[in-house]
């Protein structure tokens, strides 16, 4: 019986190693196994090494060594004297039916054997189905996870070009703010002339006014005094009176000069008036007044 249980079991584990090679399509056929397959009771899970049937098995191994040892004990014995008990016979039926017994006993506990087996073996197939299954589930989040990193790399390295991008667009807005500053100083400078220029054309407008009324005055004298001199007098109001239009002409030019001048500082950006070409005209204006 024992022999024939080491038996079935080397069979079983020589079939479980046949089925190595047809695992993938063993987990690619799980779905399409029938009902009664898939709806059998869960087997019982693979035995361990101090598991119960081991030790059973390990059990019966000894108690079978104890009995072989046990019965050349007694062959080796035959010479002393057996006692009244041993040499006692059982009846013929009784033998017969006592070693019917034991065969059949035998072979129950024979097909509980293969019956066990055989759940065993089921067990190890369930279970190396879903070991698969677990595999191809974890391939499948392996194949996820993967993915997932390829994205987030071209997601960084889209990243990284915008961070790039906005660093140089960044150091473009720098360089037109500095020279925003620049021409804005230049703009100032420019106002500041500007202003003096202003003030410069004001105090000789009211140094030629001021000129025109003393002109007034004299022309007024000249006019009450009368008498001889009344001609030379005309003569020099008459060319008095042409100096002031002459001055009110260049007066003229002057504001009109200015209101240029204001027209080309409000629209200046980068070329502003020279300093020297404003000298100069002041200098000018002022030796036209002078005369």
Known sequence: MVVA??????????????????????????????????????????????????????????????????????????????????????????????????TKHGQLVKEEEVERFKELWLSLVEREQRLELRLMHLDGLREQL?????????????????????????????????????????????????????????????ESQREAAMLRDKVMDLELTGGRRERAFAAEAATLWKAKAGLEEENRELALRLQHAEQVSSSVTVSLVHEDDIVDEANYLREANDR
Request: aromatic share 4%.
């Open 5 to 102: 249980a080491a038996v079935a079991l080397y069979v079983a584990v020589l079939f479980v190693s046949g089925q190595q090679p047809r695992r993938r399509r063993l987990a690619a056929s799980a779905a399409a196994r029938p009902t009664s397959v898939r709806l059998r009771p869960r087997a019982l899970p693979l035995p361990a090494p101090d598991s119960g049937l081991l030790r059973i098995l390990s059990w019966n191994n000894h108690q079978y060594l104890e009995n072989v040892v046990h019965s050349a004990s007694i062959g080796a014995r035959d010479d002393e004297p057996v006692p009244v008990a041993r040499v006692q016979s059982m009846p013929p039926d009784v033998a017969g039916a006592t070693s019917a017994l034991e």
């Open 146 to 206: 993967e993915h997932r990193v390829s994205v987030a790399a071209v997601e960084t390295w889209i990243l990284k070009l915008n961070a790039l991008l906005l660093h140089e667009e960044n150091e473009r807005l720098k360089t037109q703010a500095a020279e925003l500053e620049a021409v804005r100083a230049q703009l100032r400078r420019a106002n500041e002339k500007l202003r003096a220029l202003k003030e410069r054309v004001q105090v000789e407008r009211v």
